[in-house]
């Protein structure tokens, strides 16, 4: 069974501060990660997606890829009241087309 | 503009009643899937397809089924032999089935079911 792991959270961040969302895999073959934002009651949308060890950045989101650690991560800079969602953390195993998703990790940023 | 359209975005089913729900995309990507989501849960895998009139049981296939007889086109029905249906439904696609870009994941709407 691959296994895409986040803590739920809350994490909760002050206005302006650096969030830190963590997600960990466990097939060593994986092959593409992706992270998605989901407000309460609605789909989710996609943020960045990230396949090469090291950092993509796409704004005010930096994902980082350490596949020697099985770990992805995505920092959201300058963070507003407006990133309050959910995040989720999507992996394509080895010898599969179809990412599993994690469970989504809640982020609350308050003024 | 270019998207994924699911209808009805709410509905509500009796004990017994199969349902379907609609999902039309004019991305003219080949895969489409179907995910459930259940309140401070992930999105389990249901069906998807890779091409016209054919597709795959995903992780929780019990209960439902789906056709492709156009590649624009995903319905998934919701059968009585589904018991515990009450959930948030999404609709997704991609350009095709591969490792890569070629599989990032975009998402319809969503429809919500309710059992009453």
């Known amino acids: 069974q691959k296994e895409v792991e986040q803590n739920s959270g809350p994490l909760s961040v002050p206005e302006g501060a650096i969030a830190s969302l963590n997600c960990t895999y466990s097939?060593?073959?994986?092959?593409?990660f992706f992270w998605y934002r989901q407000y309460s009651g609605k789909s989710p949308e996609l943020i960045m997606f990230?396949?090469?060890?090291g950092d993509k950045e796409d704004g005010r989101f930096t994902a980082q890829l350490n596949k020697a650690s099985q770990y992805v991560s995505l920092l959201i800079r300058d963070s507003q009241p407006s990133d309050s969602a959910t995040y989720l953390c999507?992996?394509?195993?080895?010898?599969?087309?179809?990412?599993?998703f994690g469970r989504g990790t809640s982020l609350i940023v308050h003024p | 503009d270019g998207g994924i359209t699911q209808s009805p975005k709410y509905l509500f089913r009796k004990e017994g009643q199969n349902v379907t729900l609609s999902c039309e995309q004019n991305?003219?990507?080949?895969?489409m899937y179907w995910y459930r989501q259940d309140p401070g849960q992930g999105l389990r895998l249901i069906y998807y397809?890779?091409?016209?009139?054919?597709?795959q049981k995903g992780d929780i296939a019990e209960g439902y089924s789906v056709s492709r007889e156009k590649k624009e086109s995903f319905p998934l029905t919701v059968t009585s032999a589904q018991k515990n249906p009450t959930a948030f439904y999404l609709c997704?696609?991609?350009?095709?089935?591969?490792?890569?870009?070629?599989?990032?994941?975009?998402f319809g709407e969503g429809s919500w079911l309710t059992v009453v």
């Open positions: 991305l003219n990507h080949d895969a």
């Open positions: 397809s890779q091409i016209v009139n054919d597709f």
């Open positions: 997704a696609s991609s350009i095709f089935l591969a490792r890569g870009s070629g599989n990032t994941i975009y």
């Open positions: 999507a992996v394509i195993a080895g010898g599969s087309y179809i990412p599993t």
């Open positions: 990230i396949y090469s060890n």
């Open positions: 097939d060593r073959g994986s092959q593409s």
